[in-house]
Structure formats: C-alpha cells, structure tokens
C-alpha cells in the first residue's frame, strides 16, 4: 500500500504544463500570426 501511495505522489509532483505555459505559448503564436499578417498584407493594392 505504501509504495501505491508513493507512486501516486510522484506523479502529481511532476512537471506538467501549467495553464501559464499554455496560454504563454498561444498568445505567442497568435502574436506571431497576427505579425505575419502585417508584414504579408502590405502586398498589392486592392481594385
């Protein structure tokens, strides 16, 4: 029974992904969309 309990704790105390690791990494990948859509928009005129 001990060693089910210290497998358990082990597992809750690793390093997962935290929510600020998520929504760090989406607003960096919409920052970068959205400076992608900047710099390639400037193209031709529109008619």
């Known amino acids: 029974m001990t060693l089910m309990t210290v497998a358990m704790e082990a597992a809750s105390t690793g ?3 935290t929510p600020y690791w998520v929504g ?4 960096v990948i919409l920052f970068g969309a959205m400076f992608a859509l900047i710099a390639f928009g400037n193209g031709r005129d529109h008619s």
Request: proline letters at 0%.
């Open 24 to 27: 760090g990494t989406a607003l």
């Open 15 to 17: 390093a997962g992904a």
